[in-house]
């Protein structure tokens, strides 16, 4: 079996399976809507792991082996001790049999997915191995540095180097509403980026990597430039989960990665809860 990323289905030219969480009560896997799909040999994408998607995966397949037409079908699976899971919910979902990969993510939020923006500054230890691991997160990644031997030993297709002897005269033409990550080798460099970026003040994040130190002096330098201490407050400086304090650069890369995500994961609650409130109103 090859698992695969549900967007590569996209290029998938036989029959396949699609798997949709339709409705769920209690504790599962994931939520109402996730899909995946199933083919002979390769699975794209997870509606969760564990026994509810190996017997959804057992039923796709002797559905693609049965060779007709199936236009849908609902299937309810408790998930108890009958299917050798205790997490106490239940999950409702609907089989479709479709001709390719293509047609089958056809009306699906896939293919109109915005992936968010990341920008990372300073290919160095760090840098090179915080680019390497967020691959697959959903994020397009950038690496950005005025060093190009640097950015030459970052040769993974997934992440765009972007030489720049002034990286910080890049700042004014990249997208709004993107996530930065600011980690050079110098801290005038850090500076004058940060300083871009609080002007532009249409992004989504901003990370530091230095100390508390670090972030004072820049705070101090920052009033005295006349930014609003609303804006400077949202530097994050020290950067990355507060109860990791290693000094390995693999390790300080997953700390900054799991604030980032948390983060997202944080923003997309309040987005929810926003348009849940909004459709309220509308209905009042």
């Keep these: 079996m090859i698992l695969k990323k549900i967007t590569d289905v996209k290029n998938y030219k036989l029959p ?20 995946m799909i199933i083919s002979n040999k390769c699975i ?49 979902i609907k089989i479709s049999k479709h001709r390719n990969g293509k047609e089958s993510i056809m009306n699906e939020n896939i293919l109109n997915q915005s992936i968010d923006n990341l920008y990372i500054f300073g290919a160095g230890h760090i840098g090179k191995n915080l680019s390497s691991k967020f691959i697959d997160l959903d994020f397009n990644i950038h690496l950005i540095d005025s060093r190009k031997e640097y950015l030459d030993i970052q040769k993974d297709k997934k992440i765009t180097n972007i030489f720049a002897k002034y990286p910080w005269m890049l700042v004014k033409n990249l997208p709004v509403g993107s996530y930065f990550i600011v980690l050079t080798h110098s801290h005038d460099y850090d500076f004058k980026i940060i300083n871009e970026i609080l002007k532009l003040n249409s992004f989504q994040f901003i990370g530091l990597i230095g100390s508390k130190t670090k972030r004072k002096r820049f705070n101090n330098r920052l009033v005295t430039l006349g930014y609003n201490q609303y804006l400077i407050n949202k530097i ?49």
């Design 16 to 35: 396949v399976i699609k798997a949709k969480l339709i409705s769920t009560e209690g504790s599962v896997p994931r939520n109402s809507g996730t899909f």
């Design 44 to 92: 794209f994408g997870s509606i969760g792991g564990g026994q509810l998607e190996y017997s959804v995966i057992n039923k796709s397949r002797a559905k693609l082996k049965e060779n007709k037409k199936i236009q849908s079908e609902i299937i309810n699976i408790p998930l108890g001790p009958a299917i050798g899971q205790c997490c106490g919910g239940y999950a409702r």
């Design 236 to 284: 994050e400086c020290p950067i990355g989960f507060k109860n990791i304090r290693s000094k390995k650069p693999g390790e300080i890369a997953i700390s900054i990665i799991a604030r980032l995500l948390e983060y997202r994961s944080n923003l997309s609650s309040i987005q929810i809860d926003d348009k849940k409130l909004l459709k309220i109103i509308n209905e009042q």
